[in-house]
């Protein structure tokens, strides 16, 4: 691959949003996040970076983001850099193709538009299976772990004590669904 197929590539995927500084650099901005492609000094790698969000909002979720590139971002991995999570790709030049290119370039755009939300699900099922696990070691059925949740959300443990009936009702109706899809699956072991 070389520049100027990168150059035709970016120009055919954006049309004219691609700002290129040929031959080691381009980047295509879209309201507030940013895709950046670079060259190595010598050319023989390139990088694509694509902004996913600040670094203060992943803080709590790096441990899911860090098994996410082990099992589940493909060519592509989460990494901090000025503040800011990214998902980069890295390859080298010589072996690079367009197919390559347009694939991990996909795959960027893919964790932009999921942004934490996948991570934070996996955090949030923990908790739930948590939930289900103390609450099957005390012999409770769902029904009572249910009841539970309802009472922290009307004494404000959970929840916001300013949430009006509607949003309360949602909030604990997602809390069925989860503790409905989870409840078989967690046994006596956790």
Same mark, same amino acid.
């Given at each position: 691959?070389?520049?100027? &197929?990168?150059?035709?590539?970016?120009?055919?995927?954006?049309? &004219?949003?691609?700002?290129?500084?040929?031959?080691?650099?381009?980047?295509?901005?879209?309201?507030?996040?940013?895709?950046?492609?670079?060259?190595?000094?010598?050319?023989?790698?390139?990088? !694509?970076?694509?902004?996913?969000?600040?670094?203060?909002?992943?803080?709590?979720?790096?441990?899911?983001?860090? @098994?996410?590139?082990?099992?589940?971002?493909?060519?592509?991995?989460?990494?901090?850099?000025?503040? !800011?999570?990214?998902?980069?790709?890295?390859?080298?030049?010589?072996?690079?193709?367009?197919?390559?290119? =347009?694939?991990?370039?996909?795959?960027?755009?893919?964790?932009?538009?999921?942004?934490?939300?996948?991570?934070?699900? =996996? !955090?949030?099922?923990?908790?739930?299976?948590?939930?289900?696990?103390?609450? =099957?070691?005390?012999?409770?059925?769902?029904?009572?772990?249910?009841?539970?949740? @309802?009472?922290?959300?009307?004494?404000?443990?959970?929840?916001?004590?300013?949430?009006?009936?509607?949003?309360?009702? $949602? !909030?604990?109706?997602?809390?069925?669904?989860?503790?409905? $899809?989870?409840?078989?699956?967690?046994?006596?072991?956790?």
């Amino acid at each position: 691959m070389t520049p100027e &197929t990168i150059t035709e590539l970016l120009t055919e995927l954006f049309d &004219t949003a691609v700002e290129a500084s040929p031959p080691d650099r381009w980047q295509i901005v879209d309201g507030d996040s940013r895709l950046l492609i670079l060259l190595s000094e010598d050319q023989s790698w390139l990088r !694509v970076l694509m902004s996913i969000a600040p670094a203060q909002d992943a803080q709590s979720l790096l441990a899911q983001l860090l @098994e996410a590139n082990f099992d589940e971002t493909q060519e592509a991995r989460y990494a901090l850099y000025q503040n !800011v999570l990214w998902g980069v790709f890295q390859h080298a030049m010589d072996t690079l193709t367009a197919a390559s290119l =347009k694939q991990a370039i996909a795959r960027l755009i893919h964790m932009r538009q999921n942004g934490l939300s996948e991570a934070f699900q =996996k !955090v949030a099922e923990s908790q739930i299976r948590q939930i289900i696990y103390a609450s =099957k070691m005390q012999g409770q059925s769902i029904e009572t772990t249910m009841r539970t949740l @309802e009472r922290f959300y009307q004494e404000g443990v959970m929840g916001e004590l300013s949430q009006d009936e509607e949003q309360r009702e $949602r !909030v604990l109706g997602a809390w069925r669904y989860q503790l409905e $899809r989870l409840w078989d699956e967690v046994g006596d072991e956790g």
